[in-house]
């Protein structure tokens, strides 16, 4: 488990607790301080897919999103941009979060991993900046490659903050199990504590308000169907990154998702061109 600290299930109740009144008090037992939570998304739908309905309770929260969500043979069309953008800030005002805390890194959507050591370098001067006590992310698990680039980033830029770095917990995206999309739930590591939070009532139609607001992405909620009526979050576990995250076709491969067709092999050739970059001061 890496960063390994004190407290990670108080740290997962925290973040899960339902009633607002104590939502984070077991966090403030322990660190004597605000929750302060980094939502870190490779597009400008991952945030409320995997934690649409927390957002309203986390506090105080930033959301920065890696990309914007425009792959290469949409460059161009300035509307689609447009409808990316306000999209995310329809949704994100949905759980109260106002515009000036979403945080827009501008990497290219469908792309980021030719650009790790840029977004390494990013990631550990917002991260030293901002300070969050918990940054809440993608897993490696072979569904966007984006979403494998930023698990990767992210994690060295813990390793290189040391004790300065937040917690890292995972959202839920999507993945292929046993040759099928798996949305919502994380690939097996009983090693890594998780917990899950169903989505009732209001807070399911505070979701289900916030998902509508991506309607460019409704070709893409058809494909993959993401998880609304639960959302589960775990401490990102420690990650081999050399190694594919499960066996099989990866689900970027499948969908050939990427510019230039990416694949793990390809993937992992990047992050090995990047590795010795990351490990200079
Ligand atoms: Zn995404």
Known sequence: MYPEFPGASCLLGALCSHAGGHASSGLLEMAGDSLRVLVLAAHPDDAVIGAGG???????LRVVHVTDGVPRHLRGDSAYADARRTEAEAALAIAGLESDRIERLGLLDQEVAYELVRLHGMLVDLLSSLRPRVVVTHGYEGGHPDHDAIAFAVHHACRR???????????????IRRGRICSGRFLADPSAPRCTVPLMGAELDLKARMIRCFRTQAPVFAALRPQRARESFRIAPGYDFSRPPHSGALLYEVFHWAFGGMTWRRWRRLCAEARPFLARG
């Open 54 to 60: 927390q957002l309203a309770r986390w506090r105080p």
């Open 161 to 175: 903050l040391g004790p300065r770095a937040p917690a890292l917990v995972e959202m839920t995206s999507s993945h």
